[in-house]
């Protein structure tokens, strides 16, 4: 396995120091052929009184998703945590697609039978004029370049490279700008969200940084597409456009012949593995993701600043496990509630709390080829998922439909909990950290989840059925940017019918029938 050096001198004295430094020369070559920046004397920030800030090179080994080589890549990136809003940036959020909704369009594009399609552009954030007057330093283990009197030179960016606050916000606007000059329409759901009807055929489309995720009606339509967003918009492709491989990180495998499409994390499952498991023993198959004693987790006593500096190691390895567990649950909905309840934990994790998200990546790790499956030889068309009145399907059934559906349920906290036997406290303890109940919801479409939730409520509840009707009415909030992101999509086939959302308590339903029995409650 190669590893990955975290500075030039670590890449130049590594073994594979011949591809790194290829690397590095063909990362300021493309900075140089995107004119992202020009020389300027060091007088020049110092005498108005602004930062230079540092640049540094950040190492990556590229794999494709049978873990085979691609490539080695150098990125070089401004150190933005020394950048002061007002002065060197604006502005800094930018939105990028839900996985919900990336999921929704994959759904639309193998139901439909379209041709599925993903697209990476090639030096993303060095297309986007920058919108300050940013000074960096020259690039670390490269000869400095001096002004034609020898004084000293810095970069001035003329274009919003990596590590810019602002980068990301400029690349998002110039790219929506480009698409919405081609002909797209944007939802107002999911702003990351596109949809184009043209003379040639229809385009779904979902951005993420500078990632396209979509599916075109006819191969007309999208060599056309990509002539407009090359030719008269002046992007680039990092490789070819082609059809679904990876998307965000996910491998992604759509099956013709059952028209269905089937959406894993092997590749990260096993890198997690790989750098939290790689020095205990084997560890064998557990049934489930975790104990119930995940509930009775406590936060650590009180500790000295020795101890807690001993500790720090051990935590940042923890968090960075919870926090990769928390991005593979977008395909693991198994594990959703056990992370919830371990990222309670992420200030100040203790070794317990390390354990239990072992045992949540243990779980993974003997299931890492599954993952959420969309789709099926019985879903022939969009219509075929919208609901019937005259076909009711029970909850959590083997009859269960395709139609858009969502389950929701609520702990009570221990609070009010009520009496309960030792047996029972023993199975379902209560959590002792917090008053707050639990929610839990699962939204499913074309046989498979398209989000799963669990986590705290923002309130305490007072008893089961408040505590239920919160969490059915943020499960119904969800869900109604989920339907207005596939109407968006289907062009008005679905979501326009009621969504049946399935809730075990009577006093919720009846609120839900009845808004005059809220008072009741």
Request: aromatic fraction near 8%.
């Amino acid at each position: 396995r190669v590893i990955e050096p975290k500075s030039v001198k670590d890449a130049l004295n590594s073994l594979q120091s011949d591809q790194w430094v290829t690397a590095i020369d063909a990362e300021v070559a493309n900075l140089r052929s995107h004119s992202a920046y020009h020389l300027v004397p060091r007088s020049e920030p110092l005498s108005q009184g602004k930062r230079i800030m540092r640049l540094t090179f950040v190492f990556k080994v590229k794999v494709k998703a049978d873990m085979t080589l691609e490539k080695f890549k150098a990125r070089l990136c401004v150190v933005g945590s020394s950048m002061q809003q007002g002065t060197d940036f604006w502005e800094s959020y930018s939105a990028t697609a839900r996985t919900s909704s990336v999921k929704l369009i994959i759904i639309s594009t193998v139901v439909s039978r379209w041709i599925d399609f993903h697209f990476d552009l090639y030096g993303a954030f060095l297309s986007a004029d920058i919108d300050t007057d940013v000074y960096t330093d020259q690039p670390p283990g490269l000869p400095p370049e001096t002004g034609p009197n020898g004084e000293a030179m810095v970069w001035k960016l003329d274009k919003a490279i990596y590590g810019t606050v602002q980068a990301a916000r400029l690349f998002a606007i110039k790219l929506r700008t480009a698409l919405l000059a081609i002909g797209f329409e944007r939802s107002i759901d999911d702003p990351s969200v596109y949809r184009l009807d043209h003379a040639f055929g229809r385009i779904i489309l979902a951005t993420h940084v500078d990632d396209g995720i979509g599916g075109a009606s006819t191969q007309k339509v999208l060599d056309w597409f990509y002539a407009q967003l090359t030719d008269k918009h002046g992007f680039r492709f990092s490789a070819d456009p082609g059809p679904w491989n990876t998307l965000l990180g996910f491998g992604v495998h759509r099956d013709s012949a059952n028209h269905s499409v089937s959406i894993t994390a092997r590749k990260y499952i096993e890198s997690m593995y790989t750098d939290h498991m790689a020095d205990d023993a084997k560890c064998c198959n557990v049934p489930t993701p975790a104990l119930p004693e995940v509930a009775l987790l406590q936060p650590p006593p009180a500790e000295t600043d020795a101890e807690a500096a001993a500790a720090e190691p051990m935590r940042k390895r923890c968090r960075a496990l919870i926090g990769s567990l928390l991005y593979v649950a977008q395909v693991h909905p198994g594990i959703v509630e056990a992370v919830a309840r371990l990222c309670a934990f992420m200030a100040k994790p203790t070794i317990e709390v390390y354990r239990a998200a072992k045992r949540v990546l243990v779980w993974l790790w003997h299931r890492k080829d599954l993952g959420v499956t969309y789709g099926g030889a019985d879903i022939t068309c969009l219509e075929d998922l919208v609901p019937s009145p005259h076909t009711p399907v029970v909850p959590m059934s083997p009859r269960r439909g395709p139609q858009l559906a969502c389950c929701v349920d609520s702990d009570l906290s221990k609070a009010t909990m009520p009496a309960r036997t030792a047996e029972e406290a023993a199975a379902h303890p209560a959590d002792r950290n917090s008053s707050r109940s639990q929610l839990g919801y699962e939204i499913s479409l074309a046989n498979g989840c398209v989000e799963a939730v669990s986590r705290r409520q923002v309130s305490v509840a007072v008893d089961a059925a408040a505590a239920e009707v919160f969490a059915a009415s943020t499960a119904a909030a969800a869900l109604i940017t989920i339907t207005g992101t596939l109407r968006f999509i289907t062009f008005g086939i679905l979501g326009n019918s009621p969504v049946p959302l399935w809730c075990d308590n009577e006093a919720c339903i009846m609120v839900s029938n009845d808004a005059t029995s809220l008072k009741r409650l």
